[in-house]
């Protein structure tokens, strides 16, 4: 259970400090925002000045050629400003809402009126108009909305927060996959490592039962030793398989339950009680692999026995649904919360002090990937016990 915790609190650390960085990228960018919409305000307003200031009388003097040269200077010096504007969409209109002037927008000649009023619609949404007071008679409104290059700033920190999502989400599933190849590396080593360990004592045993029933032993002793070196060959048969895409034969699920829960009952407590709700005759086909769903079945029922603490009631289920076979194990145990019922079949999640919480990961495996069925928990309650339910295609 650490380790996985370990690795979630991982992935949860990625995550955020990928929306950290988009936030405080998304503040720093909206201030910069702000702070250049003021600026072009200034801008705006410095322009309309100007505007204002082309239609003032000319300053008079006796002197004409100072005046014409101030004069020069000053509409100069205004038309400069007014020229300064080369990224901020203006509009100026009359009082009757005639266009006089307009500035850094595009359109053509024939186009010019509609794309103007569509343009100033825009910017009554954006901003109250600029009075430019000509005379006592005549005012005109300057109208103006944001330059393209604030505009796309403002869109930066959402596209920069999109992209680092998408980086996330690519890092999470690549190091997933990796991660997932691992573990099937692991997998593969330890079950075929384990199969070729066993092989050695297993023929070893089975020698020694051939001398023993030579030496005249008890028979029910001999039977009780073949019974558990067969039961260490299907171990060894079952490790052999993982990793290797197994054979599926149409088999009678009803069979492979029973045998399974009679090899259960001779290694459980009393108190233990196993209820089928199907009969001994029932015929329900599936292509499976009986070693490995058996070990599935073993591997539930000890994780039930567990949570009931040795004493409680397992109960097995059985129905066809469409093209599916539905296997419901329900147990009387403490339940699962629903915090771990997503994660309880994740590698190395274990809530007991001691087992490498494996046999639920494996079971998943064993049904996802080899027989291409689902295993889920299908209702659980604090207390009162687990379902566990298998869909196997018929």
């Not at 100069?76 to 209109?93: G, K, M, R, S």
């Not at 290059?149 to 997933?176: E, H, K, M, S, T």
């Not at 064993?366 to 196997?392: D, M, N, P, Q, V």
């Amino acid at each position: 259970m650490d380790i996985y915790l370990k690795r979630k609190r991982g992935k949860i650390l990625l995550l955020l400090s990928a929306i950290i960085i988009g936030v405080a990228s998304l503040l720093y960018t909206n201030w910069l925002t702000e702070k250049m919409a003021r600026e072009e305000r200034k801008k705006v307003e410095l322009w309309a000045e100007a505007t204002r200031r082309f239609a003032e009388p000319v300053i008079e003097s006796t002197n004409e050629a100072a005046v014409q040269r101030l004069n020069t200077s000053y509409l100069t010096l205004l038309q400069e400003i007014a020229e300064q504007n080369t990224t901020i969409p203006i509009i100026i209109v009359d009082e009757n809402g005639d266009f006089n002037t307009d500035a850094n927008i595009n359109y053509n000649e024939s186009r010019r009126e509609q794309v103007l009023k569509n343009e100033l619609e825009k910017m009554k949404g954006y901003s109250e108009p600029i009075p430019i007071v000509l005379s006592h008679e005549n005012t005109l409104y300057l109208y103006y909305r944001e330059s393209n290059i604030l505009r796309n700033l403002r869109y930066y920190p959402v596209v920069q927060l999109f992209v680092i999502i998408i980086f996330i989400i690519v890092a999470y599933f690549a190091f997933d996959a990796t991660q997932r190849a691992e573990q099937n590396q692991v997998w593969v080593g330890m079950s075929k490592e384990t199969a070729h360990q066993l092989g050695t004592p297993i023929s070893s045993l089975m020698a020694w039962i051939e001398l023993l029933k030579m030496q005249n032993v008890d028979p029910a002793l001999i039977d009780e030793f073949e019974s558990d070196t067969k039961r260490l060959e299907k171990i060894t048969e079952r490790f052999s398989k993982i990793g290797s895409k197994p054979e599926l034969l149409a088999t009678n699920l009803v069979e492979v339950l029973l045998s399974t829960v009679s090899y259960l009952k001779t290694r459980s407590s009393e108190k233990v009680k196993f209820e089928m709700n199907f009969s001994e005759g029932d015929r329900v086909e599936a292509p499976l692999n009986a070693a490995l769903f058996s070990w599935v079945v073993e591997n539930l029922c000890k994780n039930a026995i567990d949570a009931m603490d040795n004493n409680g009631k397992i109960t097995f289920s059985l129905q066809e649904n469409g093209g599916n076979v539905l296997i419901d194990i329900t147990d009387t145990g403490k339940g699962v919360p629903k915090s771990q019922q997503k994660t309880i079949f994740q590698p190395g999640f274990s809530t007991k002090k001691r087992g490498w919480g494996l046999g639920l990961s494996l079971a998943k495996r064993i049904i996802e990937i080899y027989h291409s069925g689902k295993i889920f928990i299908k209702w659980s309650e604090a207390g009162k016990g687990t379902t566990f339910r298998i869909i196997l295609n018929k």
